[in-house]
Structures are given as C-alpha cells and as structure tokens.
C-alpha cells in the first residue's frame, strides 16, 4: 500500500518535471554563452555578488563529446580552464545587430578632458 502510493507520487513528480525539462542540442560550429558557477564570496570579472554576470561568451563548440558534453573555442585568459563542458553550463548565442556597438573614438584635450554626448 505505502509503495503504491510512493510510486505514484514518483510518476507525478515525474511528469512534471519532464514537462518542464528540455532537450538541448548543439552542434559544431555553434556559438554559445558559458554560464559561470555561483560560488559565493568569489570575485570574478571585477563584480561581485548580484552584479556578476551569469554567463560569459560567446564561444564557438569545436567538437561534440558524447550526447551531452561540448568542447569550447575558450579565449586566451580561460586558456587554464578545461575546455570541455556539460550542456546545462551552456546557452545558445543567437546573434543580434543591435548587440553590437559602434566604437567612436574620444577627443581630448590637451588637459585631458573630454566631452560627453548623449547617444
């Protein structure tokens, strides 16, 4: 009796969880953010706490490990990290042309200051 009923709520729980869970997928050649793990008091990026970013990238996937492990084109200051990672550390990068910003160059003076310009 007890095991029925816990088998039960098992299969509920279950399939609420397959409901909200999805598949995800990559392949080589895709361009991904690399989500970073909150480890607390941990100063990263020159932020901390709320104010560090979750994820970092985006990297290209150079080679698919397996069904759910990636390896990563990671820039030269992550070159001392592995470069293999789970898919649930990784978030499609769907490009945007809005994303990027125009540089324009700062005038200064000859006292160094400058003027700013509302965009």
């Given at each position: ?53 979750r994820y ?10 397996g069904p ?52």
């Amino acid at each position: 009796m007890i095991r029925e009923k816990l088998k039960t709520a098992q299969d509920r729980q279950k399939s609420y969880a397959d409901n909200i869970s999805k598949d995800l997928e990559f392949s080589v050649g895709d361009w991904v953010f690399l989500k970073l793990s909150s480890w607390k008091g941990v100063m990263r990026f020159g932020k901390r706490g709320k104010l560090s970013p979750r994820y970092i990238g985006p990297y290209e996937i150079t080679e698919r490990i397996g069904p759910i492990a990636y390896r990563l084109a990671l820039s030269t200051e992550l070159s001392r990290i592995h470069d293999v990672f789970h898919v649930s550390m990784l978030r499609k990068y769907m490009p945007d042309p809005s994303h990027v910003l125009e540089h324009q160059p700062v005038e200064l003076r000859e006292d160094l200051t400058y003027e700013e310009q509302p965009v």
